[in-house]
């Protein structure tokens, strides 16, 4: 059986990442495609010099032209600028909608079977134009929030607990910007949820408070540190295992911006969802019952997810 084939749409921070990730896990063949001459190419060859060291088998190539993507089985979509300290994610809407139209072009043109995975921000309104510029389906189309977002959450609860992140779940729903909501009471250690963990006194409600609220300005918190871009080991890493999901047929149960039409009374919008991901791309999206303040939680989260749609409407005519 051939390899897979992973295109990376964007070949800076994150893209390189991403192929540095996919090379190590031997998830399939990869092409790096990039507006910046040399710098996909670049990259590629440096990361296939470390395969050696590293002992794993996948080609990497570098291009800048969309027929490079050709019968692509995964496109991951980096393409675009990231934050600079001081700016939203809602600020770079304007540039990332048209880097999502070309790229939407060529993913349509080029790899219309791929499973394709956004990463460009204002997340949950560029995945929706994505979708809407590639025409694919829309079980086809995600984007990548909810895995870093709750990948962050339980970094924060494994250390205020001193346990293993991996004893650590934890559930993060809405769109992937300061409305998100963090759900303490599906989030656990080792199954104990953390309202319980309160009364067992491991922590108190204004610690968790106050984690919620970390988790919320994560990514700001790295652009703060960083100061030339954001954040790229996590957001890549999440990426990667959303691919592998997909790619595997596993059927792993991951948040992420989906497109919801029925669940949680949403007539379809793409924000973010639990959702099974498996060979069908987003299988199921997985509805739980909120309670009244959860709700309007996300209710607030939508309504700021609408507001950058219609705003990418307002901006490109053929969306509206
Ligand atoms: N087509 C292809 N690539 C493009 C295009 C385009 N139209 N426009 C820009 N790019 C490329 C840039 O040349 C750059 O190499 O996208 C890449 C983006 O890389 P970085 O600037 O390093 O940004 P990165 O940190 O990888 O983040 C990318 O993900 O998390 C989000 O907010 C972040 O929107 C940003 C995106």
Not at 209 to 221: C, F, K, L, W, Y
Not at 263 to 283: M, Q, R, S, W
Not at 287 to 307: F, P, T, Y
């Amino acid at each position: 059986m051939s390899r897979a084939k992973i295109a990376l749409i964007g070949a800076g921070q994150i893209g390189g990442t991403l192929a540095h990730l996919i090379g190590l896990k031997e998830l399939g063949d990869v092409v790096l495609f990039d507006i910046a001459e040399g710098v996909p190419q670049g990259k590629a060859l440096d990361i296939a010099e470390s395969s050696p060291v590293d002992g794993f088998d996948a080609a990497f190539k570098g291009a800048n032209d969309y027929a490079a993507i050709a019968g692509a089985d995964v496109c991951i979509v980096t393409a675009g600028v990231p934050r600079k300290p001081g700016m939203s994610r809602d600020d770079l809407l304007g540039i990332n909608l048209k880097v999502m139209k070309a790229v939407g072009e060529g993913i349509k043109a080029h790899a219309p079977n791929a499973f394709v995975i956004c990463i460009t921000n204002p997340l949950d309104a560029m995945v929706w134009a994505l979708r809407e510029f590639s025409g694919l389906p829309h079980e086809k189309v995600c984007g990548m929030a909810g895995v870093l977002d709750s990948a962050r959450f339980r970094y924060f609860l494994a250390e205020e607990f001193g346990v293993s992140v991996k004893d650590v779940t934890a559930f993060v729903l809405g769109g992937h910007g300061d409305t998100m909501v963090p759900l303490t009471r599906y989030s656990t250690v080792a199954g104990i949820p953390l309202p319980d963990l309160v009364e067992m006194g491991w922590t108190t409600r204004e610690k968790l408070d106050a984690i919620v609220q970390r988790t919320r300005d994560g990514g700001a918190e790295i652009v703060g540190l960083l100061k030339t871009g954001s954040a790229f080991y996590a957001p890549a890493a999440s990426a990667v295992a959303m691919a592998e999901a997909y790619l595997k047929d596993q059927k792993r149960v991951l948040p992420c911006a989906a497109h919801v039409d029925g669940p949680y009374g949403l007539d379809g919008i793409y924000v973010g969802v639990p959702t099974v991901i498996g060979a069908g791309g987003i299988e199921k999206i997985v509805e739980i019952k909120l309670n009244k303040e959860e709700q309007a939680m996300l209710d607030k989260s939508v309504d700021a997810v609408r507001g950058l749609v219609a705003a990418c409407k307002s901006i490109e005519p053929s969306l509206a």
